[in-house]
């Protein structure tokens, strides 16, 4: 077995029975037996504006290391070099982020290997050693990956990832909503879906979903009525429904209707506007149906398809129209290359200091020039709520979701 498989292989069985607290130490263990100096994580947080470190607990002077170890004489990674946040604009580290590249510094002694858990972004890791031979950067890729899967591993029930990806304090109907809604992003060789949620640690009735399963992308953006407890709980009852409706064979007009009817039983005065939509990824066809929400925008080629998405809206949902006429569906054969973008009112609604809105087109042409200057999905996305958050002022949840279709 080589030595890299070997150090990883007893990582991965290490890993089995520690808290995150424990997956520095052991990274960074994993590290110096592969030849590095040190090896360090860092998260980003919820809204992607800085990447923190997990704790650390290094000695002040390195552990114990085999006599003929290539890292002997290697500076570590310690309380000597403190680990403060870094923002993921401006820096190498963030760069790495952005670009989902490693990045390398000037004197080549540190690197910044991107960790992303599938096609999700999660963090970096910061590697330090004499110097990059191609064999060991491998060998940080790898080192990567693992810490990925570790950390991701414990983000469902250890406070510290959490702690460590947030920067203040959620609102009770915001915990509710982020516990229900899946990864940001998702993808295959195929296609991409992407979607952001803010003001995240405020957020009270928007909500999104997707998922893959059979060859197809299964896609829903939600927008409940008001923004407290009660908005909170509309959401995540309708993702409840929709999940449970698409798991047992329902059509997307079966799962709207399961969820008008599930809000006006159990969340009354509760209305409901979505978008609720499935991609057949071999194909490229997308169906969907529109409750009462802004209509999606089909980007191609640079441009956004005039009216190709605009179709007259379904009522929202909550209402108790179960016994009423089904909604309509509609179908869009998409281009390779295209995307689709989803969102609720609260991001075109937005205003800047003078009261003017952030409108369709701005968010059409934001996300047009992010693509065209090579962002993936993910960064575009990124970039948009930070230019949001920068000029205007949100006065409702702002979702938004992005998907791209890329056969190969």
């Known amino acids: 077995m080589r030595n890299e498989d070997a ?39 919820l809204q992607q504006a800085r990447l923190t470190p997990l704790v650390h607990p290094a000695p002040e002077t390195p552990s114990p290391i085999e006599p003929n170890e290539p890292n002997e004489t290697s500076k570590p990674i310690g309380p000597s070099e403190p680990s403060e946040p870094i923002q993921i604009e401006g820096s190498m580290a963030g760069l790495a982020y952005r670009t ?32 990059f031979e191609d064999a060991l950067l491998e060998s940080c890729a790898a080192l990567s990956g693992l810490a990925t899967l570790l950390v991701m591993a414990k983000s469902s029930h250890d406070e510290l990832v959490v702690d460590r990806t947030r920067s203040r304090t959620m609102t009770t109907q915001a915990e509710l909503l982020w516990a229900f809604v899946p990864p940001r992003t998702i993808g295959t060789d195929d296609v991409t879906s992407t979607a952001i949620l803010e003001p995240a640690y405020e957020a009270g009735g928007d909500a999104f979903d997707h998922s893959l399963g059979d060859g197809v ?16 709980g509309a959401s995540a009852v309708a993702l409840g429904a929709s999940r449970a409706t698409r798991r047992a064979g329902g059509t997307l007009a079966d799962i709207a209707t399961t969820i008008d009817t599930t809000l006006s039983e159990w969340i009354p005065d509760r209305l409901l506007t979505a978008v609720i939509a499935r991609l057949d990824i071999a194909t490229g066809q997308f169906t ?11 980007i191609r080629e640079g441009h956004v398809v005039p009216q190709a998405m605009e179709f007259p809206a379904y009522l929202p949902l909550g ?14 054969r998409l281009q390779p290359g295209d995307r689709v973008l989803l969102y609720s009112d609260g991001v075109t609604e937005a205003r800047t200091s003078d009261g003017s809105l952030f409108g369709e087109q701005r968010l059409a042409d934001s996300v047009i020039r992010s ?28 979702t938004i979701m992005l998907v791209r279709w890329h056969p190969h």
Do not use: F
């Open 7 to 45: 150090v990883l292989s007893a990582l991965l069985a290490r890993s089995n029975r520690v808290t995150a607290a424990d997956i520095p130490a052991l990274i960074d263990e994993a590290g110096r037996k592969l030849g590095l100096s040190g090896a360090q994580v860092y998260l980003a947080d």
């Open 100 to 131: 989902q590249r490693t990045q390398r510094s000037r004197d080549d002694c540190t690197a910044w290997v991107p960790m992303i858990d599938g096609v999700e972004r999660v963090g970096v890791l910061r590697v330090t050693a004499p110097c």
């Open 288 to 298: 969907w149906i529109n409750c009462g929400h802004p209509p999606p925008l089909l």
């Open 319 to 332: 209402l108790g129209l179960g016994q009423a006429a089904a909604p309509d569906e509609h179908h869009i």
């Open 371 to 398: 693509m065209a200057s090579g962002n993936a999905p993910p960064e575009t996305l990124r970039r948009l709520v930070r230019n949001l958050h920068e000029h205007h002022r949100l006065h409702d949840d702002a």
């Open 217 to 232: 992308l299964h896609l829903a953006l939600l927008d409940a009525m008001g923004h407290d407890l009660a908005s909170g």
